[in-house]
């Protein structure tokens, strides 16, 4: 299926997935392409949700795909990752939105939970009729927050009291279930908690005024004496280590996105390169212009090849934590060159929604820091590769 392929995959890796894989791709490519891209630039440009969209995308059956299901078998990691990578190629919010939801918000419940709470939650999620959101960070604590945190959590009971607050939750303001994180007052470790929307002590705001990411909608959070029932505890969420488990999967999701967004911004660079005429030709024809196409095609194929061994280990459940790490900083790092390079063979138009490339610039800063700075992955590649920690 070369035919297929798109022309910056210019080696060829989608090509690695079986012919079935290939053309569920294809039907979510022309799914984006139909459905999702016509609405973009005005949901950004209002930063507002389209919440309509959501049916469209459960009918689409894309939420999930990475677990093993009742009746529905998982597909591969490569498949997902550039299901991932289709998204942002698209729009890095609406890839942000379902990993945000199918990674975060479900891998937790999936990965931590009891099969009692796989069950309450999972198959709703799948239909996207509850929506999910996860809540780490902290508006005092961000990559500090395993430390840090200061969202506490005491038993009560039959019950758990939360107090505390979270930051820049994506899907916060709309979310029917959040999974939240919070210190246990007794023991002094990370506990995993779900709360369920409309709880009592429970409140979401959204934070305004973006310039990234501006259709995701980010919200604090704040609990005061929020109580949840202990049964919304999850099982096997009981210290940071649980945490990292959930984010060393969701890590390599992020690094496809970034995928994603470098294709987004270099596809809009080409076309826009065939098209503008100055000095009586294509600017497409101008050395200097070849010169940045080819050096973005660069940093797409580089981080590509990277996301594609990142997602083979995974399938083998060989990934360590800082091949994640490596990837997650590696990608988002050569995404924001590429950005900024497509910005650049727009001249003055790159600043006008109008051709999608200066979205994509600034949806590249928030990939860029979200999930873990590139200063500290860079940090856990670094103790790996010294034997040194230099976290203090």
Not at 145 to 153: D, I, L, P, Q, S
Request: charged share 25%.
């Amino acid at each position: 299926m070369t035919e297929q392929l798109l022309p910056a995959d210019f080696l060829g890796y989608q090509s690695l997935l079986p012919d079935e894989e290939q053309k569920e791709l294809l039907a979510l490519r022309e799914f984006l392409a139909s459905e999702v891209r016509p609405r973009v630039n005005a949901a950004w440009a209002a930063a507002e949700f389209p919440m309509d969209l959501v049916p469209r995308f459960a009918a689409a059956d894309i939420v999930g795909r990475s677990y093993d299901w009742e009746g529905r078998p998982r597909a591969s990691r490569l498949f997902t990752g550039f299901q991932a990578m289709e998204l942002a190629r698209v729009d890095p919010s609406m890839a942000t939105f379902i990993g945000v939801h199918g990674g975060l918000a479900m891998g937790s419940i999936m990965v931590l939970g009891s099969e009692e709470q796989r069950q309450r939650w999972i198959p709703s999620m799948m239909r996207l009729e509850t929506i999910g959101a996860f809540a780490l960070t902290e508006p005092e604590g961000g990559s500090d927050v395993a430390r840090g945190m200061r969202t506490t959590a005491r038993r009560d009971g039959d019950s758990w009291v939360l107090n505390g607050a979270k930051r820049w939750i994506g899907n916060g303001t709309f979310a029917d279930v959040v999974v939240v994180f919070a210190r246990d007052v007794a023991d002094d470790q990370v506990k995993t908690f779900v709360v369920e929307k409309g709880t009592a002590g429970f409140a979401a705001s959204k934070i305004e005024d973006k310039i990234a990411l501006r259709t995701v909608q980010n919200a604090d959070l704040t609990f005061s004496d929020c109580r949840i029932p202990a049964a919304d505890k999850l099982e096997g969420g009981n210290s940071f280590r649980d945490v990292n488990k959930v984010l060393k999967v969701t890590r390599g999701g992020v690094a496809w996105s970034g995928v994603g967004c470098q294709l987004g911004a270099y596809e809009a660079a080409v076309a826009y390169a065939g098209e503008r005429v100055q000095f009586g030709k294509p600017i497409g024809s101008f050395q200097l212009v070849q010169d940045l196409l080819a050096r973005m095609l660069g940093n797409v194929t580089a981080s590509l090849g990277m996301t594609v061994r990142i997602s083979q280990l995974q399938e083998r459940d060989e990934l360590r934590d800082e091949q994640a790490a490596l990837a997650k900083s590696y990608v988002t790092g050569r995404g924001r060159e590429t950005v900024a390079m497509a910005r650049e063979v727009f001249g003055g138009n790159g600043i006008v929604l109008d051709h999608d490339v200066i979205r994509f610039f600034t949806d590249a800063e928030a990939l860029y820091s979200y999930e873990g700075t590139r200063e500290m992955n860079t940090l856990i590649v670094g103790r790996a590769i010294t034997g040194i920690s230099a976290f203090h």
